[in-house]
């Protein structure tokens, strides 16, 4: 006869308790838990030990795995340091992606190479370049080359491109800074700032004028001096990423190679407006430099973009008509374009003028107006392109692309409700207008209210 389970005998001297039952039940429930939670905790991590493993193992015994770029002093602190990973580069242009970035900003870093390394890069493996007016640390080359698919470059910005220059007057600089920040002008006061995430938009102005330069001096660097580092001067295109960005969608295709084969020069993904009071005088010294330059614009230029009710200007003008600057410009911690033209003579001598005036501290002159004027009077209208396959964000702004096939092939997982392009403080509609593209405003607005 087979005996009943214990727990099913009637014999109350002879069965175990449901209580205890009920416990042995509880804890072998909480060992499975148990054992699930380590099994994911390996998985969730075993991507970035294979990456650090793949590091680990490029290594030479008696040699380090990073070395400083022999074209170059080794004592010299703006020496590149270089590392190469073992995967080949499908992408074919003479491209980097580009990160000015500083040390206390690994985990931004971090999760801005993996956003791009997944949604683009690992299909392409393009190279790695990152900047920083100090040396970088140990443990930011070891985790942000753990990451890259590519080689990556290390290089520290020479001082003088990131420095007050002698010709700054450097009494009337603080004079307005503190002015500026008394007005309540936005970082008006503040030499330093990265935007902070879930901050409202427009953001607060800095209450003091008390920090280290480090503001004036980036906008003033990726204005004139970032195309020509050393460590750059070997590419023709680069992509600027920033520290905590997020792409929500696929890029299936090489943009670079894109931009070459269609005569683009420069590729943006927002366009907005400036903060008047920043660049007061902008405009004024683009003029003055227009009517001493004037063989610089180019015969298809976007002044029509820049200056409301504008007629585009020709080569020879001496004027840029009596319109002012409307404040649009092509928000520049995205960009995808051509290294040549920054180094062109006309993009060079607009920066140098525009340097020798000052204004990058006596105002706050941003590289995003300087860029988008540059590019706007200095270059074809048909070779300024916008992303609009794009999905992108960086705090406090995002855009997501809004035609059905995106989302629901999977190329694309974002909100199109939140959309900046159609903010009122967008200028993309603008660009759609003088650029010959029909966006009709009900196209436009569909999924705001989804």
């Known amino acids: 006869m087979v005996p009943e389970p214990l727990w099913q005998c009637p014999d109350a001297g002879s069965r175990i308790s449901a209580r205890f039952f009920t416990r042995r039940l509880s804890l072998r429930i909480l060992s499975l838990l148990s054992i699930c939670v380590v099994l994911y905790n390996v998985a969730y991590s075993t991507e970035l030990r294979r990456r650090l493993e793949k590091v680990q193992a490029l290594g030479v015994?008696?040699?380090?795995?990073?070395?400083t770029d022999t074209t170059e002093p080794e004592d010299d602190p703006s020496s590149a340091t270089r590392y190469d990973t073992t995967t080949g580069q499908n992408g074919t242009e003479k491209a980097t992606l580009v990160m000015l970035v500083r040390n206390s900003?690994?985990?931004g870093a971090l999760s801005?190479?993996?956003?791009?390394?997944?949604?683009?890069?690992?299909?392409?493996?393009?190279?790695?370049?990152?900047l920083n007016d100090r040396p970088f640390t140990d443990d930011f080359i070891k985790y942000t080359s753990g990451l890259a698919s590519g080689p990556v470059e290390y290089?520290?910005?020479?001082e003088d491109d990131w420095s007050v220059p002698d010709h700054v007057n450097k009494t009337v600089m603080a004079a307005e800074m503190v002015r500026m920040a008394e007005e309540?002008?936005?970082?008006?006061?503040?030499?330093?700032?990265?935007?902070?995430?879930n901050q409202a938009f427009p953001p607060p102005a800095p209450a003091a004028a008390n920090d280290s330069g480090t503001l004036r001096h980036m906008c003033r660097f990726n204005s004139g001096f970032f195309y020509n580092q050393e460590v750059m001067r070997k590419y023709d295109w680069y992509w600027r990423v920033e520290p905590g960005i997020e792409l929500y969608c696929d890029i299936?295709?090489?943009?670079?190679?894109?931009?070459?084969?269609?005569k683009k020069i420069y590729g943006?993904?927002?366009?907005?407006?400036?903060?008047?009071?920043?660049?007061?005088?902008?405009?004024d010294r683009t003029r003055q430099f227009v009517a001493e330059n004037s063989q610089f614009?180019?015969?298809?230029?976007?002044?029509?973009?820049?200056?409301?009710?504008?007629?585009?200007?020709?080569?020879?003008d001496k004027h840029l008509g009596n319109g002012n600057y409307n404040l649009c410009h092509f928000w520049s911690n995205f960009e995808i374009a051509s290294l040549e033209f920054y180094r062109s003579e006309a993009y060079s001598r607009y920066f140098e003028f525009l340097d020798s005036t000052g204004g990058f501290f006596y105002e706050r002159w941003g590289d995003a107006p300087v860029h988008s004027i540059g590019v706007g009077l200095f270059a074809p209208k048909d070779s300024i392109h916008h992303f609009a396959d794009f999905g992108y964000s960086h705090a406090p702004c995002s855009r997501c692309p809004q035609d059905d096939e995106s989302h629901a092939s999977g190329r694309c997982l974002c909100n199109r409700s939140k959309h900046f392009d159609s903010d009122s403080y967008s200028c993309l509609p603008r660009w759609w207008r003088v650029s010959g593209i029909n966006k009709a405003p009900n196209e436009l607005l569909k999924h705001t209210d989804a």
């Not at 015994?61 to 070395?67: D, E, T, V």
């Not at 493996?125 to 990152?130: D, E, G, I, L």
């Not at 299936?252 to 269609?262: A, G, K, S, W």
């Not at 614009?297 to 020879?316: C, E, I, R, T």
């Open 61 to 67: 015994a008696g040699q380090p795995r990073y070395r």
């Open 105 to 107: 900003e690994l985990d």
């Open 112 to 130: 801005s190479i993996r956003m791009v390394e997944d949604r683009f890069n690992r299909r392409f493996h393009y190279p790695w370049t990152f």
């Open 155 to 158: 290089a520290v910005v020479p």
């Open 184 to 197: 309540e002008i936005i970082y008006g006061g503040s030499l330093s700032y990265r935007y902070v995430p």
């Open 252 to 262: 299936d295709y090489d943009p670079f190679t894109f931009m070459r084969e269609n």
């Open 268 to 283: 943006f993904v927002i366009s907005m407006y400036e903060f008047k009071d920043t660049i007061t005088t902008l405009w």
């Open 297 to 316: 614009l180019h015969a298809n230029n976007s002044l029509d973009f820049l200056v409301d009710g504008a007629q585009p200007s020709k080569p020879g």
